[in-house]
């Protein structure tokens, strides 16, 4: 029985994928490269030495999806597949809820037409909105605050909706918060096109010189140092939390039909705390200047991690420093993202 794995020759989709393949899966890799590129596939074959089997296609196209469920036999879904930049959905609203929501709709349509009935979703903590308690449990009331919140939101309520319908479906609905890092081969990594947005993406860009300085945006929110705090998970450790759900849903052990857990590792660390922790990794300054607070931004975000470990028996285990070391050794090793890897 095979895997589906929408998105994944995304930033960590890709990841997801060397987890899978490693620990035995057969998997079939869906995307319409949207944002990713194909290398990628090429990397998860170095690192796992397994041919990679995949699909170019878009998931609202249900009449292919039906196609590819049924010829590569397969039993579940690691749904991936999405747009993700907060900013841009509240610019181009209707391409989210088109490629989110209803790209969402006809994945599980199809599914339903072949009889797939086990998906695990990549949910977001930016469902919590503005927390009211510190740290975040699964029962914290969900609020989205802009677009990709909102189809992240209706996503989980359909999956809610069509568990209760059916016992025979299963989802798991993994509320990330920060991932960041890079696999430690340094083969696959994040590889954001333009100007980034996140945190992360921004402070490798001034270690390799091509920003001059990272804006640290508000120095005066009620945190230990000022900054905004964040729960920032190595991507690698955030992928296994993947591979358990899988084993928790096909196993029958899951605690209902459609269970929501918190992917972080329940720590905060504030801005400058992440450029002091870079400084270290890459022995590079990090030059930076506070700005004004980015709008919708909140103080502090990070997760209660204990129903995850109840429910998946898992714990997020790379500290701070190996999320940014791995990050660096991507960097160093891919200058300008895939298209520019040097030996
Ligand atoms: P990514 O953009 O690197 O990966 C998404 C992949 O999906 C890309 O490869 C893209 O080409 C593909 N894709 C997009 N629309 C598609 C479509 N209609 N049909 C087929 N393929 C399509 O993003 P990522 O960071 O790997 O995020 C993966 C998932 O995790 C997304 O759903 C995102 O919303 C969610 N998530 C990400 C973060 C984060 O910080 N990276 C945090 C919370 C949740
Ligand atoms: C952002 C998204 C969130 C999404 C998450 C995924 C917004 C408002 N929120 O969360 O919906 O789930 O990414 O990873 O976009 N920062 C700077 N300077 C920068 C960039 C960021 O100071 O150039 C600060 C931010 O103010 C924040 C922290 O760094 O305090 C982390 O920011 P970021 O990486 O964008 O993540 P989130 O805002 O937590």
């Not at 944002?35 to 878009?58: C, H, M, P």
């Not at 590079?284 to 429910?311: M, Q, W």
Request: aromatic letters at 8%; hydrophobic letters at 40%; proline letters at 4%.
């Amino acid at each position: 029985m095979t895997v589906l794995i929408t998105g994944g020759a995304g930033y960590i989709g890709s990841h997801c994928c060397v987890a899978f393949l490693q620990a035995g899966h057969d998997i079939v890799v869906l995307d319409n490269l949207s944002n990713a590129t194909s290398i990628s596939l090429d990397r998860i074959a170095e690192i796992t030495g397994q041919k990679v089997v995949y699909e170019q296609a878009d998931i609202r196209d249900q009449a292919k999806l039906e196609t590819i469920l049924k010829q590569h036999r397969c039993s579940a879904v690691v749904h991936f597949a999405g747009l993700k930049a907060v900013g841009e959905s509240t610019k181009v609203p209707l391409a989210y809820y088109d490629n989110n929501v209803v790209g969402t709709h006809r994945l599980l349509s199809a599914m339903a037409n072949c009889g797939v009935k086990q998906m695990i979703f990549s949910s977001s903590a930016t469902v919590y909105g503005e927390p009211q308690f510190l740290p975040l449990t699964e029962d914290h009331p969900t609020r989205a605050v802009n677009p990709y919140g909102r189809t992240k939101l209706i996503i989980e309520d359909m999956l809610r909706d069509v568990a209760a319908s059916d016992p025979s479906w299963g989802f798991g609905i993994l509320r990330y918060f920060n991932p960041v890092g890079a696999h430690d081969s340094g083969l696959i990594g994040e590889n954001p096109l333009g100007i980034p947005n996140n945190l992360m993406p921004f402070i490798t860009q001034v270690a390799d010189g091509r920003r001059e300085q990272l804006s640290v945006f508000g120095n005066d929110y009620d945190t230990r140092d000022g900054t905004g705090v964040r729960d920032y998970i190595h991507v690698t450790d955030l992928v296994e939390g993947h591979l358990r759900a899988h084993e928790v849903l096909a196993s029958g052990s899951a605690p209902s039909n459609c269970f929501a857990v918190n992917l972080g590792t329940g720590n905060g660390y504030s801005v400058l705390e992440m450029v002091r922790a870079f400084e270290r990794a890459s022995n590079k300054e990090i030059r930076f200047s506070f700005a004004p607070r980015r709008d919708g931004d909140v103080a502090e975000c990070y997760a209660n991690t204990e129903l995850a470990h109840k429910v998946l028996n898992w714990k997020a285990e790379r500290d701070l420093d190996a999320m940014c070391r791995d990050t660096w050794n991507w960097v160093c090793k891919n200058p300008r993202g895939y298209e520019t890897a040097v030996d």
